[in-house]
C-alpha cells in the first residue's frame, strides 16, 4: 500500500531554511504528481505546491512562491521540499501527497515545522 | 488566491443527513469536475472520501455523497453516525494550475 514518510522539520528562526523530505513506497513514485500541504496549529488545510510526474512542472500557493522550491528524485522516491526565508506565519504540520485525479489521494502522517525566534 | 467557503460548522442527530457547501468560482469549483473532499477525525490525517465531485474511492461508505451546481460543490453525509464527527474540508483544481482547500467545517453530532 502508499506509504508516504515526512521528515526534516524543526524549529528555526525567522528568515531561515529547512528542507523537507518525503519518503515514498508502495507505488510508481515517477508516475505520479505530488503535493505538499501544510496545516497550521488549529487550522484548516493550505496547498503548498505541486510538482509534475516527470519533475519539470511545478505550480506553487501565492504564499510560497519565491521562498519554496518543490524538487523530486526519483531515483530515491524521495519529495522534498526547500523552505527558504522562512516566516512565523510559515508555522505549520506539512504534509506530502501524491495525486490523484488533480488532487490527492494519499497523505503522510506529517513534518511539523516552527518558525520562532 | 483565497480559499474556497465552507460553513463554519454543521451539526445533526444520529441517523439524518447533514449537507456541507463549498463554494469556490467559475475559475475552480465552477469550471471543472476536479471537487475533492476530505475527511479529518481529531489528531488524524486527512482522509479522501470524494473525488472528480461525485466518485467515492473503493472502501467509502455510500452514505457520503458528493454534488455540484455552478460555482458551489456539496458533501452530503446521510444516515449521520457518531464517528463522522471532525473536520470536512473540499479542494478544488484552479485555472492556473494550482489548487486551493476550503476553509474547513466541522461536523457534530448531536
Known amino acids: 500500500q502508499v506509504q508516504l514518510v515526512e521528515s526534516g522539520g524543526g524549529v528555526v528562526q525567522p528568515g531561515g531554511s529547512l528542507r523537507l523530505s518525503c519518503a515514498a513506497s508502495?507505488?510508481?513514485?515517477?508516475?505520479?504528481?505530488m503535493h505538499w500541504v501544510r496545516q497550521a496549529p488549529g487550522k484548516g488545510l493550505e496547498w503548498a505546491a505541486i510538482?509534475?510526474?516527470?519533475?519539470?512542472?511545478?505550480y506553487y500557493a501565492d504564499s510560497v512562491k519565491g521562498r519554496f522550491t518543490i524538487s523530486r528524485d526519483d531515483s530515491q522516491n524521495t519529495l522534498f521540499l526547500q523552505m527558504d526565508n522562512l516566516r512565523v506565519e510559515d508555522t505549520a504540520m506539512y504534509y506530502c501527497g501524491k495525486d490523484y485525479r488533480w488532487l490527492i489521494d494519499s497523505w503522510g502522517q506529517g513534518t511539523l515545522v516552527a518558525v520562532s525566534s | 488566491q483565497s480559499a474556497l467557503t465552507q460553513p463554519p460548522s454543521v451539526s445533526g442527530s444520529p441517523g439524518q443527513s447533514v449537507t456541507i457547501s463549498c463554494t469556490g468560482t467559475t475559475s475552480d469549483v465552477g469550471g471543472y469536475n476536479r471537487v475533492s473532499w476530505y475527511q479529518q477525525s481529531p489528531g488524524t490525517v486527512p482522509k479522501l472520501i470524494i473525488h472528480e465531485v461525485n466518485s467515492r474511492p473503493s472502501g467509502v461508505s455510500h452514505r457520503f455523497s458528493g454534488s455540484k451546481s455552478g460555482n458551489t460543490a456539496s458533501l452530503t453525509i446521510s444516515g449521520l453516525q457518531a464517528d463522522d464527527e471532525g473536520d470536512y474540508y473540499c479542494a478544488s483544481y484552479r485555472t492556473d494550475s494550482t489548487r486551493v482547500f476550503g476553509g474547513g467545517t466541522r461536523l457534530t453530532v448531536l
Open positions: 508502495g507505488f510508481t513514485f515517477s508516475g505520479d504528481a
Open positions: 510538482i509534475s510526474k516527470d519533475g519539470n512542472v511545478q
